[in-house]
């Protein structure tokens, strides 16, 4: 089956830190990846949708100058927190499509984001 | 904006009993989409429902669509403490993008 892979799976690290996590479709092209936040006990939020070699699409309320997306292949998409704060602490995941408006959506492991 | 939403938050049950959890949409879905996300994990894809009505089944569960393709249910035969996890049901916006449900946390007592 289609295999999504993140990295890393868990990071811990100081205030101010920029974080850089990736997601690749190890056996398919993704022409779609997401990125979610998932705090405690809640349901997944849709931070953005990135598409290979466009602009990411990002949520209301999500700041993209905070959490930069970049596609750069059919293969791997790269989510930055920049400068973290402990506000910023979460779960984030990555799905991938294999192909645009075709679900279902395939998720990585995810990220577990702690920022002292 | 298009909304999902999912019932019971929480469940406690007894092993070998039986469980639901139910998703309505404010819109009609062109499909519905079910995920189990263990303690810990990550959400993953159980079976997708296209057709208005349909019915499938994967050992003991059971994924229903309702005709206006507008709700769906996940129903669990006698529950086995695999069963622990958060249920979530999506369906697709028009732009593509999936609409989850809160999830259904399933606790199973031994």
């Known amino acids: 089956g289609a295999v999504v892979s993140q990295h890393p799976s868990r990071v811990i690290c100081k205030s101010g830190t920029s974080v850089k996590i990736e997601c690749r479709s190890l056996?398919?092209?993704?022409?779609?990846m997401f990125w979610y936040r998932q705090f405690p006990k809640q349901s997944l939020m849709l931070m953005a949708t990135?598409?290979?070699?466009?602009?990411?699409?990002?949520e209301q309320g999500v700041e993209k100058d905070k959490f930069l997306i970049n596609h750069a292949s059919l293969t791997l998409s790269t989510l930055t927190v920049t400068s973290a704060h402990p506000e910023d602490s979460s779960f984030y995941i990555c799905?991938?499509?294999?192909?645009?408006?075709?679900?279902?959506?395939?998720f990585g492991d995810g990220t577990r984001l702690s920022i002292l | 904006g298009q909304q999902v939403m999912q019932i019971p938050q929480y469940q406690h049950v007894q092993e070998g009993e039986d469980f639901t959890t139910y998703c309505n949409s404010s819109?009609?879905?062109?499909?519905i989409q079910w995920y189990k996300q263990r303690p810990g994990g990550h959400p993953v894809f159980l079976i997708q429902?296209?057709?208005?009505?349909e019915v499938k089944k994967q050992k003991r569960l059971t994924f229903q669509f309702g005709e206006a393709k507008k709700n769906s249910s996940l129903h669990i035969t006698a529950t086995q403490t695999t069963d622990v996890g958060t249920y979530f049901c999506?369906?697709?916006?028009?732009?593509?993008?999936?609409?989850f449900g809160q999830g259904t946390t399933l606790q199973v007592k031994p």
């Open positions: 819109t009609t879905l062109s499909n």
């Open positions: 999506a369906g697709p916006s028009n732009t593509g993008k999936l609409i």
């Open positions: 990135s598409n290979e070699g466009s602009k990411a699409t990002y």
């Open positions: 056996d398919f092209q993704a022409t779609t």
């Open positions: 429902l296209v057709k208005s009505g």
């Open positions: 799905s991938a499509i294999r192909d645009r408006g075709k679900q279902p959506q395939h």
